[in-house]
């Protein structure tokens, strides 16, 4: 643009100099006050001193018929001049051209400033006013004066997208004596350079150089209608700049597919941050004006990001602001939304709209691939977690990049990510809010802990076994057509109390390697109506972010029959049932039924729950493998115990053989000595009397 300046700064002489014969012609035919110097003066610095004008004007006004061609050859350009590219992005008329390029040149020159103070006939003016430019363009021609009042207008493109600025209001001032100026961030973008105004650099950031599109994890199908959606395509010609709406989770990749899409036509995009915006507040549609201006200035895509802030309702400024960017602009806009909301759409009237669902089980493994290559990750390991955490593409980045940060902390020279390096990196990932709602338990039991029945202990592997295999079976194997709701992995687990539930709930939660949260009812249940459905939707909702295993304990106090109505308090007791009947069979994520009443469950509940494992009192040499194993191995034993003898006197679970264990453990580390088959035998009685039982 500065190889041009003596473009704009010829034209701003050339306009200056025919208003002033003009003025000084009807200064001299009227013989009234007007604003300027006199006839006689412009005579004299023009053409010397003259009563005839008709030349001088001639003169004139051919130069300035040149100086206009000048200006809109140069807006014209090939390549595209950034003159050009600011009329065309903002929509610009040839008027509104030349006022910019009037108030650009005394930025270009600074004898133009004189000149205009000149003009004016008042050397204290370092800025002109809106009634001076109006009279410089109309020469006498009310017409064109009212044309340039009205382009500089507060709602004009000029003014809105802060091509030029004003001066504050002033009631003692007319708007006409405002002062106006090309604004210092269109000429730094004249000068073609890249920095973001300071205004709205919190909100706004240009794009890093874009990734290659063949680095992005997406359906072709879904690639190839957001290309046609941006206008990418030869076989659909939008009938103006892009408008479109990509709906879905937070860090499906939606902006970065975008960007690789742009990028593979040269051009870059400009986030804008919608929550920041609106978070921050105070000017909101002026610097939503402004964020927008730095997208047009590089001829970007915009794209605007609100994530989930936005579900219902925006301030309507701001959706007034959108909705006028979206018909002024000549760009490309992306909105990048989790839902489709009803004030996007009466904003946009051309809004294309496309979901943009989370990755599938296939995808997931190829991200995982990117994200760590080189094979420093196994393609099982990467398989497991694939399948085991339904995470979307940041989330994958960010676990990645963890894991391989720990195994590189672990060996420099020799970086191996473990299938344990990235369970705990995904784990970590994890956002929510479940603590206020449910107590997190401890997992870390094995399968040798377990002393179960053969047919118990294989309902528990089966639960296993369809929460690892369930991504393949839907995906690969189809049948997720065949289970439009209800995918999540479910089961009761139904017995007398210490028989082992909350040991399985703790083991199953290792091996799928999620966290166990037991729901707390104290926070859940709310004397209010609608009350312990909002907390129960927290629940779920939080769950489902953060891979939690949900474990309902005395789960018949929740999961009760629905009775027949006789009050009003039957009803919404009924109201809480069938919302947590919906709720379960929407959530996708693994929940846990434990109850010692299996009868109290509604039947509603036990045809919903895909699994019921069934837990009963040990046998005899199963309360033995218990008894061994409930003493560490450096508890000091006497080698004579009659296990046989303890396992068939008493018969008892599993939490209470473990209560009498550490009860015998502690009579006997007080008389400092071994444990015996006395302290074991006295142990287990007096749990049996606790227990209401005589031996």
Not at 247 to 272: F, M, N, P, S, W
Not at 366 to 385: F, H, K, M, Y
Not at 562 to 576: F, G, H, I, M, P
């Amino acid at each position: 643009m500065l190889e041009r300046a003596d473009t704009i700064v010829r034209f701003a002489r050339s306009i200056v100099g025919y208003y002033l014969v003009t003025h000084a012609q009807r200064r001299q035919i009227t013989n009234t006050t007007q604003y300027g110097p006199s006839s006689e003066e412009v005579a004299t610095i023009l053409a010397g001193r003259s009563d005839d004008f008709s030349p001088l004007l001639a003169q004139e006004e051919a130069k300035l018929a040149a100086a206009l061609d000048e200006v809109l050859a140069l807006a014209a350009m090939v390549p595209e001049s950034p003159l050009g590219r600011i009329r065309r992005v903002f929509d610009l008329l040839d008027i509104d051209l030349f006022i910019a390029a009037m108030l650009l040149a005394p930025e270009l020159d600074q004898d133009i400033e004189r000149l205009y103070a000149y003009a004016i006939d008042d050397f204290s003016k370092k800025r002109v006013d809106i009634g001076f430019v109006a009279r410089v363009f109309g020469a006498g021609n009310q017409k064109t004066e009212d044309l340039v009042l009205t382009r500089l207008a507060d709602q004009s493109p000029l003014r809105k997208f802060g091509i030029v600025t004003v001066s504050l209001v002033n009631d003692s001032i007319p708007s006409s004596l405002r002062t106006v100026r090309i604004s210092d961030r269109m000429v730094d973008a004249l000068r073609n350079h890249e920095s973001i105004d300071e205004n709205v650099r919190g909100i706004c950031k240009l794009a890093p150089q874009p990734p290659p599109l063949d680095s992005i994890v997406f359906a072709p199908d879904l690639i190839a209608q957001v290309a046609r959606g941006l206008g990418l395509t030869d076989d659909l010609k939008l009938l103006g700049p892009a408008r479109l709406l990509l709906a879905g989770t937070d860090g499906v990749g939606r902006a970065l597919l975008v960007e690789a899409l742009v990028g593979t036509r040269g051009r870059r995009a400009v986030r804008i941050d919608l929550a920041t915006l609106v978070a921050e507040g105070g000017r909101l549609t002026e610097r939503f004006a402004a964020a927008m201006r730095e997208a047009a200035l590089r001829d970007a895509v915009a794209i605007l990001e609100g994530g989930s802030a936005f579900k219902d309702d925006m301030p309507r400024p701001l959706v007034d602001a959108i909705g006028d960017a979206c018909s002024a602009l000549r760009v490309p806009i992306v909105f990048i939304l989790t839902t489709r909301p009803a004030w996007l759409a009466g904003a946009v009237a051309d809004l294309v709209e496309l979901e943009v669902p989370v990755p599938t089980y296939s995808q997931r493994q190829a991200i995982w691939r990117l994200a760590l290559p080189n094979g420093i990750a196994s393609d099982e390991d990467l398989d497991i977690v694939a399948g085991r955490y339904a995470f979307v593409g940041a989330a994958i980045a960010r676990a990645a990049r963890r894991a391989a940060a720990g195994a590189r902390l672990r060996d420099p020279k020799n970086v191996n990510v473990t299938l344990e390096d990235l369970s705990d990196a995904s784990r970590l990932t994890f956002s929510h809010r479940l603590g206020a709602l449910a107590q997190r338990i401890p997992t870390g039991f094995r399968w040798e802990d377990l002393v179960l029945p053969p047919d118990t202990l294989e309902a528990v592997r089966e639960v296993v076994r369809f929460a690892r295999h369930r991504p393949f079976l839907l995906e690969q194997w189809g049948f997720a057509a065949k289970l439009p709701y209800g995918r999540g992995v479910s089961a009761i687990m139904a017995g007398p109390p210490g028989t082992g539930k909350t040991m399985v709930a703790q083991l199953l939660a290792s091996e799928l390697g999620y966290d166990l949260y037991r729901i707390d009812l104290s926070q859940i249940v709310n004397k209010y109506i609608g009350e312990t459905e909002k907390n129960l939707a927290r629940v779920f909702e939080e769950a489902e972010s953060s891979h939690a295993v949900l474990f309902f304990d005395e789960a018949d106090s929740l999961f009760a029959k629905r009775t027949d109505v006789k009050s009003s308090n039957d009803r919404y007791a009924n109201l809480e049932v069938n919302y947590l009947l919906q709720r379960m069979e929407t959530y996708d994520g693994v929940t846990l039924l434990a109850t010692n009443l299996e009868q109290g469950l509604d039947e509603a509940f036990k045809r919903r729950v895909r699994f019921s494992v069934q837990f009963e009192l040990p046998e005899e040499a199963e309360r033995k493998r218990l008894w061994i194993s409930m003493f560490p191995p450096k508890v000091p034993l006497e080698a004579n115990i009659d296990w046989d003898m303890i396992a068939k006197r008493f018969v008892m679970a599993g939490g209470y053989i473990k209560k009498a264990a550490l009860r015998a453990a502690l009579g006997a580390v007080s008389a400092n000595r071994s444990i015996g088959t006395a302290d074991i035998f006295e142990a287990a009685r007096a749990e049996y009397r606790e227990m209401g039982r005589i031996v």
